[in-house]
């Protein structure tokens, strides 16, 4: 089994950057790809970004493209999400979660999210 711990969310002003760390534990994570996504109440979890198991391989959702990076450090198993340029409709719950390699369940595992606010 894998575990995530999201952190690293807060309460910051429009333009303003955020760094959020995902933790994963139980057994390294390095085969994984590795995604966030985020959630504001009433509506479905969106797709923010994802990263290849090597960190050669990156995708982000259109509203973040330039803004966000998301990176991966195996030997820490560890995954980050670098968000600058914040804008108040980022508000929302980041997950981090995890999708392992020949599974029947596209990311299997999750964290329990971060909140990040971002005010006007």
Do not use: H
């Amino acid at each position: 089994q894998v575990q995530l711990v999201e952190s690293g969310g807060g309460l910051v002003q429009a333009g303003a950057s955020l760094r959020l760390s995902c933790a994963a534990s139980g057994r390294t994570v390095s085969t994984y790809l590795m995604a966030w996504f985020r959630q504001t109440p009433g509506n479905e979890r969106e797709f923010v970004a994802s990263i290849s198991s090597s960190g050669r391989s990156t995708s982000y959702t259109d509203s973040v493209k330039g803004r966000f990076t998301i990176s991966r450090d195996n030997s820490k198993n560890m995954v980050y999400l670098q968000m600058n340029s914040l804008k108040p409709e980022d508000t929302a719950v980041y997950y981090c979660a995890a999708d392992a390699p020949n599974s029947r369940i596209s990311y299997g595992y999750w964290g329990q999210g971060t909140q990040v606010t971002v005010s006007s």
